[in-house]
């Protein structure tokens, strides 16, 4: 799934929770999350509340080895960021809010552990992450975009560092690095301000290295009370030793066989050490250690080995001793806010937290006998599991459940098979099932009839292991070059069968194996290894396990695009009923028979065999014998078209009902249930969120608890289940709300678009209210002659109007119905990064919500965005990089080839300029500055001809030119706009009907957009400019140059769609047009060859301009008069293109017309009220070289006219005050629009 293609996935995870063997721990600085890693790769998120209650709440996957360390990446509260990373090198950066990987890397090494490191470069934070591992330095690395900058290495004996400590000095501004090598030698290394600094990969060496004989070292920390003692722990003793000169104060050795792993100062006079069975102890330190005491360092030097500091508590794990397959993980966190707990927590492989809040009082009891903590708390992933109610539902559970146990059967391998919408399921028993899909997602999620059926959806079950099944396998997915039929599953029984798919029998069995089977894997065509990649899907289900010895979890990906295609190409492929002929019936039966009737190299995949199975009965009624035959064959494959439906809606129906925010207006959800078909959730649905390089983070189904927990503290009130059921997902983060909005918007126009858009009705062709029984005859369907009823006009009408309120409820009124306390509002650079997604019903969607997000939040809100994103803008814009937009000035941060900060730098221009272009007043001129230097950068050859940031450019100078055009170069612009439509028509005419646009048609659709906008915000600037083109290419043809410049040729290229935008502009601002009559005639001219007006008329070649009356046409001398608002009327010769001035009139001219026979013209000016006649050179000389002369014009008569007043002072009516009809050759009659006639003679 690539990362920018909109996927969401809904999780299924069945009763059974996944197995969750911690390896490390983490506590944010807010006590509020606690994250543990595990062996298997994934991060478990739980919430934990001031009560020190714990609940799992997501779940993040990505990484694929076992991870090692966790730590904080970011200081402040409102961004918490952690950083992972694993044993293969693999480094991540989560956003702990949402699950999002915000960065991800992987280095050759793998690292052990990783501190946070934040410092000041004067006003700005710098964050860092101190990393050591299995490589003998310690890597400083960027805490935002995971890049090594610079590391600290030993001169003397490098070695692999076992464990490192930061010394924070308050008094200078220099930190120490204090380590200990895995041979026992303590380093120490000084950070100052200059060495933060650096970015060049320059080592740092070590100030000083000491041998202090520490075998073994589990880890090593620094006292922050006294400041002046460092506790290392080793694994068969822990010494406490002076951080100032690193000498001895104490070594306390282990008693019996245990081992220490780790610890920690709890105060400044005591420690708590534990070891590596989960065992705690909390030791009193002598007063040797103790700086405030005078007794303070008192045996240095002397051996003094046997004195054991008092044990003040000692903290045993749980009684009940379980075997653990790897020992605990335990680590100690202070809080850094009120309530200030001390917590000890612990990780075991069972997926267990334990929590010890460690008092600051010792006990007052004698210390002879130590007394024991009792945990605080405790819980598992599946204890909260079981404490659900309803329980977590699996994807087949309702076909699971055996009469006797309570515990369905459990799922442990499985594929989906796109094509046909089915998954296939083996399960403990060694049964396999097969069955639709959404079908059995809708009966997990929805509530609906199908809760009433037993046995629902209808399936199929193969029988032949004996045991388990492990794995399954289709081949045909993956190479075609396998039959269609055939499904391949391997057992814990040795044995591999081979069943053929549609008709359930088994085809082969072999027991050739000495072992159960663990993987069935088609082999490569070329043996190379590369797999042909299926093309999208809009709905996969994919069986996922933390761990081998898991059932199966599923998880459905929605592919909203590929939905949105799927939709858009069915519409466009409506069958005409009357159009099936018998011919067509007979080739499809064929294929249906080799099971080859899925077209699934096209993009909707369905099994269209229900479709041709349903016309043959009707058609083939009266052909009894054929009929008979037909069932009986259909009885011998039992064809798995038990349950008729479609695809496509039936994944959309699933999507929406999941997404919709039910209960908030009880009327759209009545349209919402009855008119359009969904169905209400009744449980809260795990969704999923995808991010970077596939690496997602999937909700728990005990999500809501801690969801629950969270907006009861927000509203200030007791919350039940029912508050979250069908409307929680818009409160879990404001990433989830941004998918999911977008999601449902983008659907809901689609669906909105689409006739017979409803999910009940016959074409979902729902099966008979009963499977029916093989041989029985199917319900008879209605035959294709009568339509089904949905197709009257009033319930389509309902059916769009009910899309419609859909999309607008999501889009404006969430945050209002929602009030928020509930609602996480969209996340703003997200749908920027969408301004311009590549499926247009996406983007329109994205565009309408950061619209309605940024008037949501108001000109502060607006203005904090701004300042925000102000700063990722590229100061120099003349030096673009070809990647993308990533220069900053030379004080900057150096330029980051890091993926996160180039998508900053292109949002950042996206979310100023939608700002800057619909509420210009708000950014002050140097951002637009820069803004418009970047949305004109793009015609230079940097950037790719048709990137999306360029796109983005097109589309945000068309919506805010007029805040733009101050800083512009117009005429820059729009000839760069020209040029990418040049070749609109073309690129337009062959795009198919759904499908996205290729990047040359999207940007044309965009330039052309863009100039329309241009045009009617601001019609002189763009009439003059393109005259200014038209003149300055006319001048050159005259001086007949012969080197052209570029422009011409994009002017040139650009004819038709000059043409289209003059169109749009004399329908919509006519007075504009008329205002610069002449220029737009220039360009006219220019435009439309002359030979052409001359054949077929200037009314069939652009009838739009005929519509002025101070535009007139004479065929027989094939010229043109256009009067201008100076009084002058302008003469051109269509053959030559020559244009000839003549002043007449001391106004505007009102009307204009040629005499029929071509030897007179007529022309009116309301503002002097006179209408003068000219006599027309029509001789067979003048009529070619002499129009330049202008003697040759004159004015042979001019009458004064009563003036005629207007309607009323309306604006376009000065432009229809009269015009002038001839009669005959030398009669003409100016026709008022009041009615008035007036007649002249010549």
């Not at 990649?533 to 990906?557: E, I, R």
């Not at 080739?587 to 229900?610: H, M, P, R, W, Y």
């Not at 349903?614 to 009929?627: A, P, Q, R």
Request: with cysteine; charged share 20%.
């Amino acid at each position: 799934m690539s990362g920018n293609s909109l996927v969401l996935p809904i999780v299924l995870w069945g009763r059974t929770a996944p197995t969750h063997c911690i390896s490390s721990l983490l506590v944010m600085d807010d006590f509020s999350t606690i994250i543990t890693g595990c062996h298997d790769g994934q991060i478990c998120l739980w919430d934990m509340t001031p009560e020190l209650e714990i609940c799992p709440r997501a779940m993040l996957f990505g990484h694929t080895a076992s991870i090692t360390c966790l730590s904080k990446a970011s200081a402040c509260s409102d961004k918490q960021y952690i950083v992972s990373a694993s044993e293969s090198g693999e480094m991540c950066l989560w956003d702990v809010n949402d699950g999002r990987c915000i960065e991800f890397t992987k280095l050759a090494c793998a690292h052990t552990g990783i501190q946070f490191y934040q410092f000041s470069i004067g006003t700005q934070r710098e964050g860092r992450l101190l990393c050591n591992g299995h490589y003998p330095e310690i890597l400083v690395v960027d805490a935002t975009s995971l890049e090594v900058l610079y590391s600290l290495v030993s001169k003397i004996s490098p070695d692999w560092i076992s464990s490192m400590s930061i010394i924070r000095s308050h008094r200078t501004q220099e930190d120490t690095v204090v380590a200990v090598s895995v041979t026992g030698i303590l380093k120490v290394w000084i950070i100052t301000a200059e060495v933060s600094r650096m970015q060049d990969l320059d080592p740092v060496f070590e100030e000083e290295s000491k041998p202090i004989y520490c075998q073994g070292c589990q880890s090593i920390s620094f006292c922050t009370f006294t400041q002046s003692s460092l506790l290392v722990v080793c694994s068969k003793y822990w010494r406490v030793f002076d951080a100032g000169d690193y000498s001895l104060l104490c070594s306390v050795a282990i008693e019996n066989d245990q081992a220490w792993t780790g610890g920690e100062f709890i105060a400044a006079d005591k420690v708590i050490i534990w070891t590596e069975d989960g065992c705690s102890y909390i030791y009193k330190l002598p007063a040797s250690c103790l700086p405030a005491s005078e007794h303070f360092r008192i045996d240095v030097g002397k051996t003094k080995e046997g004195a054991v500091p008092p044990l003040v508590y000692s903290i045993a794990d749980r009684s009940d001793k379980q075997l653990l397959i790897c020992p605990p993980v335990t680590r100690f966190f202070f809080g850094r806010r009120e309530p200030f707990h001390k917590l000890l927590i612990q990780g075991d492989s069972a997926g267990r937290l334990s929590l010890w809040s460690i008092p600051d009082m010792s006990p007052l009891q004698p210390l002879s006998s130590t007394a024991e903590l009792q945990v605080s708390s405790t819980i598992s992933l599946q204890e909260a599991f079981d404490k659900l109610t309803p329980l977590s539902a699996g994807i087949i559970d309702q076909l699971s459940v055996t009469s006797g146990g309570n515990e369905p059967i459990k799922v442990t391998a499985s594929v989906y098979i796109p094509s046909q919408g089915r998954l296939v399921c083996g399960r403990e028993d060694g049964s396999i099932i097969l069955v639709p899909a959404t079908q059995t997602a809708i009966v997990q999620l929805l509530q609906g009839e199908h809760m009433l059926r037993r046995g629902w959806p209808p399936h199929r079950t193969l029988r032949g292991h004996r045991n388990k099944v492990t794995c399954v396998l289709y081949p045909y997915q993956i190479s075609p070059r396998y039959d269609q039929r055939s499904l391949v599953s391997g057992g814990v029984d040795f044995s591999v069968i081979v069943w053929d798919i549609f008709t359930g029998e088994m085809k082969h069995i072999f027991c050739v194996h000495g072992g159960e089977i663990t993987q069935l894997i088609v082999p490569p065509e070329n043996c190379s290894g590369n797999l042909p990649k299926y093309s999208h899907n809009s709905l996969v289900v994919q069986a996922m396990k933390t761990n081998v010895t898991d059932p199966d979890m599923h998880v459905l990906f929605f592919d909203v695009e590929a939905v949105i295609i799927q939709l858009l190409t069915e519409e466009a492929q409506r069958p005409n009923p009357t159009l099936v002929s018998p011919e067509t019936l007979q080739k499809s039966q064929a294929g249906a028979d080799k099971g080859g009737s899925f077209l699934a190299n096209k993009i909707f995949k369905q099994v269209k065999e229900t479709m041709k199975e349903t016309i043959k009965e009707h058609l083939l009624d009266e052909d009894e014998d054929e009929e008979e035959e037909m069932r009986r064959r259909e009885e011998k494959s039992k064809s798995l078209s038990l349950l008729e439906y479609n695809l496509t809606m039936d994944t959309a129906k699933l999507f929406m009902s999941c997404l919709h925010a039910w209960g908030l207006n009880g009327a759209l959800d009545e349209v919402c249930l009855n008119r359009l078909g969904m169905l209400k959730p009744h449980c809260p649905i795990s969704f999923g969120l995808i991010s970077r390089g596939g690496h997602m983070s999937l909700m728990l189904p005990t999500f809501k608890e801690s969801l629950l927990v969270q907006l009861s503290l927000a509203t200030g009130r007791k919350l039940s289940l029912s508050d979250i059921v069908g409307k929680g997902t818009y409160g879990v983060s404001r990433a989830v709300t941004t998918q999911h909005l977008l999601s449902v918007i983008s659907l809901a126009n689609t669906l909105m678009g689409m006739t017979n858009a409803t999910f009940v009705g016959e074409h979902m062709k729902k099966a008979p209210v009963r499977p029916p029984r093989p041989g029985t005859p199917e319900t008879p369907r209605k035959t294709s002659a009568t339509p089904p009823q949905p197709s009257n006009p009033a319930l389509q009408a309902q059916i769009k109007q009910g899309w419609s309120q859909l999309a607008a409820m999501h889009c404006v009124m969430l945050p209002d119905l929602l009030g928020l306390d509930k609602f996480r509002p969209p996340l703003l650079e997200m749908l920027a990064r969408r301004w311009q997604d590549r499926c247009l019903e996406v983007r329109e969607a994205a565009q309408a919500l950061l619209l309605a997000e940024l008037r949501r939040i108001g000109q502060s809100g607006r203005k904090d965005t701004i300042d925000l994103w102000a700063p990722y803008l590229p100061q120099y814009v003349d030096s673009v990089s070809s990647r993308c937009l990533s220069n900053l000035p030379p004080n900057a941060k150096k330029i980051s080839n890091s993926y996160e900060e180039r998508r900053k730098q292109a949002t950042a221009i996206v979310l100023l300029g939608v700002i800057g272009a619909e509420f210009g007043a708000e950014i002050e001129p140097p951002k637009g500055k820069a803004l418009t230097f970047l949305l004109l950068q793009p015609p230079s050859p940097k950037l790719p001809a048709h990137s999306t940031i360029r796109r983005t450019a097109i589309d945000l100078i068309g919506r805010g030119f007029t805040v733009w055009e101050p800083y512009m170069d117009v005429s820059a612009v729009l000839m760069g706009l020209l040029e990418l439509c040049a070749d609109a028509e073309k690129q337009l005419a062959n795009i198919t009907m759904g499908l996205p646009l290729n990047p040359p048609a999207d940007s044309a659709r965009s330039a052309r957009h863009a100039l329309s906008l241009i045009a009617t915000a601001r019609p002189p600037a763009f009439i003059t400019t393109i005259a200014r083109e038209v003149h300055r290419y006319n001048a050159a043809q005259a001086n007949s140059q012969s080197q052209q410049n570029v422009h011409t040729t994009t002017l040139a290229r650009a004819k038709t769609e000059i043409l289209r935008v003059i169109d749009i502009l004399i329908e919509k601002m006519p007075g504009d047009v008329v205002d610069l009559l002449v220029e737009v005639m220039d360009i006219i001219m220019y435009c439309i060859e002359g030979s052409l007006v001359k054949k077929k008329g200037l009314q069939e070649c652009f009838p739009a301009i005929c519509k002025f009356y101070m535009v007139g046409y004479c065929d027989r001398s094939h010229r043109i008069a256009v009067g201008a608002r100076q009084g002058s009327v302008a003469l051109y010769d269509v053959r030559t293109g020559k244009c000839q001035n003549i002043h007449g009139h001391k106004g505007p001219i009102t009307a204009v017309s040629f005499a029929p026979d071509g030897r007179y013209l007529a022309t009116y000016s309301s503002a002097d009220s006179h209408i003068c006649f000219w006599q027309m050179n029509t001789g067979l000389l003048g009529s070619i070289g002499m129009l330049n002369s202008a003697p040759q014009l004159r004015c042979i008569k001019t009458y004064q006219v009563p003036p005629i007043q207007p309607a009323s002072p309306g604006s376009q009516n000065h432009l229809k005050l009269a015009w002038l009809v001839w009669t005959s050759n030398r009669n003409v009659i100016l026709m008022a629009h009041d009615g008035k006639e007036h007649r002249f003679m010549v």
